[in-house]
């Protein structure tokens, strides 16, 4: 790949460089979040010099666009650590296992991709995330967290028990094993292992789907997710026990002394580097239903 690249970046890193002095143009800062597999590590060396090479400077601390490689969980971690610069960074996915639903790019890809940034051939597009406060009992502090896929929230030890609000009014008394709300871009991860259903992430819109819900002739919950939109809002209020795990995305956090849990469509979004087509529907169609014969 080195070799293939070696006339275009002696082309066009002279012309890059060039325009930039004349004040033409903004020099762009990367920054690249990788695992730790061994052709993942061998692209981002790889990554990292030949951007470089076209006049990009890696940036840890305020990058314009973030390399990601390896799969989702490599981009959740890549969005919680840049979570400070969503208005100003904008992530691109290089998966080097299966198929993900965040990372667009295949690792023989890499050269068209170095071009296509160093070019800026590409669109930023916005994503819904998910906002999380956790009121507590005895202080007037709340902790706010957002999610990019979900938020669950489950008891420790003992079934969870849990009055559900919508906009204000009571909905249900939940019990069972647990929670989940997530966003449209996250329906298809564990959402979707829960029978939640799957929404397309262009819908400002957030889903309450149940853990093992216990129905019977004395309690009941409704059963189904609930696909909820931006403007309404979702309040858990424990029945049970002030202490509970709260998922965001991949982090465990476990909180004391809970008087609430709040949910609602955030006003801030993830943006994503978009250099070519690919519909959603043909990602959920590649990742569930198509078959490798």
Not at 266 to 276: I, M, P, Q, W
Request: glycine share 6%.
């Amino acid at each position: 790949m080195r070799k293939s690249i070696s006339v275009l970046l002696k082309r066009q890193r002279n012309a890059i460089t060039k325009y930039a002095m004349k004040g033409g143009m903004i020099i762009m800062k990367f920054a690249i979040q990788t695992r730790s597999d061994d052709l993942s590590k061998r692209l981002t060396s790889e990554a990292k010099d030949y951007l470089k090479d076209f006049g990009l400077v890696y940036d840890e601390e305020e990058p314009d666009i973030v390399l990601s490689i390896g799969g989702d969980g490599t981009l959740l971690h890549a969005f919680h650590k840049y979570i400070h610069r969503l208005e100003h960074t904008a992530f691109i996915g290089i998966h080097t296992g299966h198929l993900g639903f965040y990372a667009d790019w295949k690792p023989e890809e890499m050269e068209k991709l170095v071009l296509s940034i160093a070019r800026k051939e590409f669109n930023v597009i916005e994503y819904p995330l998910l906002e999380v406060m956790i009121n507590y009992r005895y202080s007037d502090k709340s902790a706010t967290y957002l999610a990019l896929n979900e938020s669950t929230v489950k008891s420790p030890e003992v079934t969870l028990v849990m009055d559900v609000e919508l906009n204000g009014e009571h909905f249900e008394r939940f019990r069972g094993d647990g929670l989940c709300m997530s966003t449209p871009s996250g329906s298809t991860a564990y959402n979707k292992a829960l029978g939640g259903a799957i929404i397309h992430p262009s819908f400002s819109a957030m889903q309450l789907t149940e853990m093992a819900s216990i129905n019977n002739r004395v309690f009941r919950t409704v059963g189904s997710p609930l696909v909820l939109p931006a403007h309404h809002r979702c309040i858990l209020t424990p029945v049970n026990g002030p202490d509970f795990m709260v998922t965001v995305d991949h982090l465990q956090l476990l909180h004391k002394d809970v008087k609430s849990i709040e949910y609602k469509v955030s006003d801030k979004k993830v943006r994503f580097g978009r250099f070519r087509a690919f519909p959603f529907w043909k990602r959920v169609h590649d990742s569930f239903i198509a078959s490798d014969e």
